[in-house]
């Protein structure tokens, strides 16, 4: 029999797809890890499983606890199915402007949903810092206690893709990889999965793609972090080194206007038949742009994070688009 165990061992063991028109057009072979197959959506179910199970390995999360934490929503779908599944209960923190069909989905879910206006992190009112402050009331009033995910600077979130996402990617390219790109929204994904490629083949160029609004490619590229311009993808963009960053063998850096990031996306789906969210787009756009700087010949993976339907009111939307100055394609009218 080839079944797996459940909702937690339906995560990872993605497929690695091969992106025609993005290899056709560079001359390279780019490949999407795709990661919206996870069992809750997105790339999230993987940090959400090495989060709960670590804290379960130290003995912080006892039977019926409450796990708490801000997220932009994958993270919260994630746990909210990996509580599910485990018997926890979950408290998410979400900032408002977060596309209605994650905060219905996390309310399906099960997630005790908090909903707080999008504030800097400098603000005590910032969505980490309220999920930070709840889970130290929860922890006191639980009967069976409460954790905080902590996903930005737990650590146990990139050792989640250190452990899993790398060595797939590794063992499904046979070792022929030569690139390796993601956005940042915590860095987990891209720290974890850079490092344990690069512990395989040093050689492994790795890239980041960051949208307007983040202060990443700014650090990356000219040694300082500084934000300018904004973006409509979500679940990605960073003001700060978070403890998942620290340290992450980046090599190269990309800015990536949502023009050209939703533009891969219409393509995605136009040529390809993936319907896929914002920051696959960046992450595909990333991917062409290392492949231009590498020259033909090589082979680039990145992540395909989570599905388009998580922002049908958004990025599908041709009257959001307008509204952002974005070009709707034909077929959208
Ligand atoms: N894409 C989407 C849609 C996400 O929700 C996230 C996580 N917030 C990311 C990319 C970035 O992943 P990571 O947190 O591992 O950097």
Same mark, same amino acid.
């Given at each position: ?6 909702? #937690? ?7 690695? #797809? ?15 890890? @795709?990661e919206f197959?996870?069992?809750g959506g997105s790339v999230k ?26 997220t932009a929503g994958n993270t919260g779908i ?13 408290? #998410?923190?979400i900032p408002e402007t977060q596309s209605q069909e994650k905060k219905d989905m996390l309310?399906l ?9 999008a ?19 929860? +922890? ?8 905080? @995910?902590?996903?930005? &600077? ?5 050792? %989640? ?7 797939? #990617?590794?063992?499904?390219? %046979? ?6 790109? +993601?956005a940042?929204g915590?860095?987990?994904?891209? +720290? ?16 980041? +793609?960051?949208p307007?609004g ?14 300018? %311009?904004s973006s409509i993808t979500e679940g990605i963009g ?18 990536i206007?949502d023009s050209?990031s939703v533009a891969v996306v219409f393509d995605l789906l136009e040529?390809?038949?993936l319907c896929l969210g914002g920051s696959s787009g960046v992450n595909v756009a ?8 590498? %020259? ?7 992540i395909l994070c989570d599905s388009g339907t998580r922002y049908m009111s958004k990025l599908f939307n041709p009257a959001f688009l307008r509204e952002k &100055?974005l070009p709707t394609p034909?077929w959208m009218?």
């Amino acid at each position: 029999m080839d079944v797996r165990d459940g909702f #937690i061992g339906t995560i990872g063991d993605t497929p690695l #797809i091969k992106l025609r028109h993005a290899s056709e057009a560079t001359g390279c072979t780019i490949l999407g890890k @795709a990661e919206f197959l996870n069992p809750g959506g997105s790339v999230k179910d993987r940090a959400a499983l090495a989060i709960v199970s670590d804290a379960e390995r130290r003995g912080l999360l006892r039977p019926g606890g409450v796990i708490v934490e801000g997220t932009a929503g994958n993270t919260g779908i994630g746990l909210a199915l990996v509580g599910r599944a485990r018997g926890y209960r979950t408290v #998410i923190v979400i900032p408002e402007t977060q596309s209605q069909e994650k905060k219905d989905m996390l309310r399906l879910c099960g997630a005790d949903l908090r909903e707080v206006p999008a504030k800097p992190y400098r603000d005590p009112g910032n969505y980490v810092h309220v999920s930070h402050r709840l889970a130290d009331e929860l +922890a006191a009033s639980e009967p069976n206690g409460a954790i905080w @995910a902590n996903q930005f &600077d737990n650590v146990a979130n990139r050792q %989640g893709h250190f452990e899993t996402t790398g060595p797939e #990617i590794w063992d499904q390219t %046979g070792g022929h990889i030569d690139g390796f790109v +993601a956005a940042v929204g915590t860095g987990g994904t891209l +720290a974890g999965t850079a490092m344990a490629l690069k512990q395989r083949k040093p050689t492994v160029k790795v890239a980041l +793609a960051d949208p307007p609004g983040s202060a990443l490619w700014h650090y990356y590229a000219k040694g300082e972090l500084k934000a300018e %311009g904004s973006s409509i993808t979500e679940g990605i963009g960073q003001g700060r080194i978070t403890a998942n960053l620290a340290d992450a063998p980046i090599d190269v850096a990309f800015q990536i206007p949502d023009s050209e990031s939703v533009a891969v996306v219409f393509d995605l789906l136009e040529r390809e038949g993936l319907c896929l969210g914002g920051s696959s787009g960046v992450n595909v756009a990333g991917a062409i742009r290392l492949a231009r700087e590498l %020259g033909p010949g090589h082979t680039i993976v990145t992540i395909l994070c989570d599905s388009g339907t998580r922002y049908m009111s958004k990025l599908f939307n041709p009257a959001f688009l307008r509204e952002k &100055d974005l070009p709707t394609p034909g077929w959208m009218k």
